[in-house]
């Protein structure tokens, strides 16, 4: 099954690579001049962008060239910095998947403590507390949770640093005090979709046949609950889950911009602020893997949850 779908997402890879890589097309007029700023720019420059993105070659020998080196982990250099894309990826790689796993670290949590509660009984008080939260908390933009976060814990309490990253090889406490902030403004709504599709699932599934024999048999909560119940209403928030990778991603090119984490969003921010063409379609490229990833261990999971997924 796991060979079936990394042999689907091959031709998946190449479109969204074909599409990454055409975005140099998408800029108006002559490509190199307008990345070099314009009518205003010198020859010099223009011929030296021009010769760095092959911009002399037809669309589909500079595709090949380019695909050739990004299989390699080579996107060539920063118009801007003149340093390897692929050396300025790396640093800034590890603080991006930290903030990540921080995020679904509260993100997982929280939605199973949230929807058990409230798929475990339907329109109590609980569950209706739990709903008007989470649909609350959906309506919120990170970028606007963020700065809420700052101006209470940072500004008016100072109990944490408004913005900045600590590595968490130098100071793992440092490091938890920097990301707490913006983990937290990306996994709210991350929280509040989960945990209402787990409540819907559970609350579903606990009204089905196998679960009320489950219970005459005098099986207890956990075992019902955990090891029945719970595994099959998990397969509709797998998918959720593996969907907020994309939502995630997307969100920390503005949340890394505003606590000032040098991650990978904020490099795509600034290589779009300075028209840094092969940072963006690296960027860009790195994202959409990430997103493929994500589908892959969804499907994964689903054959782990049901198990008629593996056979067929």
């Keep these: 099954m796991i060979v079936k779908r990394l042999l689907t997402s091959i031709p998946l890879l190449f479109v969204m690579s074909v599409l990454v890589f ?16 314009g009518g205003n720019a010198s020859p010099q420059v223009v011929q030296q962008i021009r010769e760095e993105l092959n911009l002399d070659e037809p669309f589909f ?12 982990f080579d996107f060539g250099e920063s118009l801007y910095s003149q340093r390897p894309v692929a050396d300025e990826l790396l640093e800034r790689l590890p603080v991006t998947l930290s903030l990540a796993l921080a995020v679904f670290a509260i993100v997982i949590p929280l939605a199973l403590v949230l929807g058990i509660v409230g798929g475990l009984r339907p329109g109590g008080l609980g569950d209706r507390g739990m709903m008007f939260g989470t649909s609350v908390v959906v ?16 500004v008016s309490l100072g109990w944490l640093p408004p913005y900045g990253y600590t590595a968490f090889a130098d100071d793992p406490a440092g490091w938890a005090r920097s990301i707490i902030l913006p983990a937290v403004a990306l996994a709210a709504a ?7 599709q787990l409540r819907a699932g559970l609350a579903d599934t606990m009204q089905s046949a196998y679960v009320r024999t489950a219970w005459a048999k005098g099986g207890d909560t956990r075992r019902v609950v955990v090891g029945h119940a719970l ?4 397969i509709p928030a797998a998918t959720v889950l593996g969907l907020m990778v994309g939502s995630i991603l997307g969100s920390t090119v503005i949340v890394e911009q505003i606590f000032n984490i040098p991650g990978i969003g904020s490099y795509m921010i600034a290589a779009v602020s300075s028209k840094d063409v092969p940072v963006i379609q690296a960027t860009a490229l790195l994202f959409v893997v990430a997103h493929i990833i994500a589908n892959l261990m969804v499907d994964i999971s689903y054959g782990y949850l049901n198990p008629k997924v593996r056979a067929a």
């Design 22 to 37: 055409s975005m140099i097309a998408l800029v108006p007029g002559d490509a190199a001049t307008t990345i070099a700023g």
């Design 231 to 234: 595994k099959n209403s998990a």
């Design 61 to 72: 020998v500079q595709y090949a060239t380019w695909l050739k080196s990004a299989v390699q």
């Design 139 to 154: 309506s919120m933009p990170p970028f606007w949770i963020g700065m809420v976060l700052i101006s209470v814990f940072s």
């Design 190 to 196: 991350g929280v509040a979709m989960l945990s209402r």
